[in-house]
T-cell receptor, first 115, second 110 residues
């Protein structure tokens, strides 16, 4: 089945540690995104990538880093510089058709909790 | 600042009724709008998109766009308990990014 796979689904981190969230897609989509969702809030864009080896900061990129070495993969690292990292993280992708319709295909999400 | 505002609710309607979800946006350059449904603990899924003034219907769902008033709405007819979820409104201004509202939680009471 085609889709987006995020891992881990749940992650606990101690303060001061970096963690990396995995996102893999087999939809052959060019564009990939990372969003953060906090309780009672909408989705806020962290980073996005429209092509391999290129990515752009979103609205809340501070304290995060990404890479796009392969079309299928767009991992997100939450660094110790992120002051309030506890949140639900969603990875999404879209293809050319998605650019026109705006449809984003989302993974199941990763819930990060800082202890 | 691109903003999308939604009435946060929660909104409760009886089964079979019409649920009306509303959204306003501040950027007149916004070109298209999207409604996503998100069940608790799950990821969002696209219900409808609209980019022309007027109504767009898909089954029990109708999206409405009024660019002059900067207003977008989603009507759900014959609401079912399975429609209970948070509905996210999003806008796009030509770039490849969507700006999401905070969502409206809908509960359909059997």
């Amino acid at each position: 089945d085609g889709g987006i796979t995020q891992s881990p689904k749940y992650l606990f981190r101690k303060e001061g540690q970096n963690v990396t969230l995995s996102c893999e897609q087999n939809l052959n989509h060019d564009a990939m995104y990372w969003y953060r969702q906090d309780p009672g809030q909408g989705l806020r864009l962290i980073y996005y990538s429209q092509i391999v080896n290129d990515f752009q900061k979103g609205d809340i990129a501070e304290g995060y880093s990404v890479s796009r070495e392969k079309k299928e993969s767009f991992p997100l690292t939450v660094t110790s510089a992120q002051k309030n990292p506890t949140a639900f993280y969603l990875c999404a992708s879209s293809g050319l058709a998605g650019f026109n319709t705006g449809e984003l295909f989302f993974g199941e999400g990763s819930r990060l909790t800082v202890l | 600042q691109k903003e999308v505002e939604q009435n946060s609710g929660p909104l409760s309607v009886p089964e079979g009724a019409i649920a009306s979800l509303n959204c306003t946006y501040s950027d007149r350059g916004s070109q298209s709008f999207f409604w996503y449904r998100q069940y608790s603990g799950k990821s969002p899924e696209l219900i409808m998109f609209i980019y022309s003034n007027g109504d767009k219907e898909d089954g029990r769902f109708t999206a409405q766009l009024n660019k002059a008033s900067q207003y977008v709405s989603l009507l759900i007819r014959d609401s079912q308990p399975s429609d209970s979820a948070t509905y996210l409104c999003a806008g796009r201004t030509g770039a490849n990014n969507l700006f999401f509202g905070t969502g409206t939680r809908l509960t359909v009471i059997p």
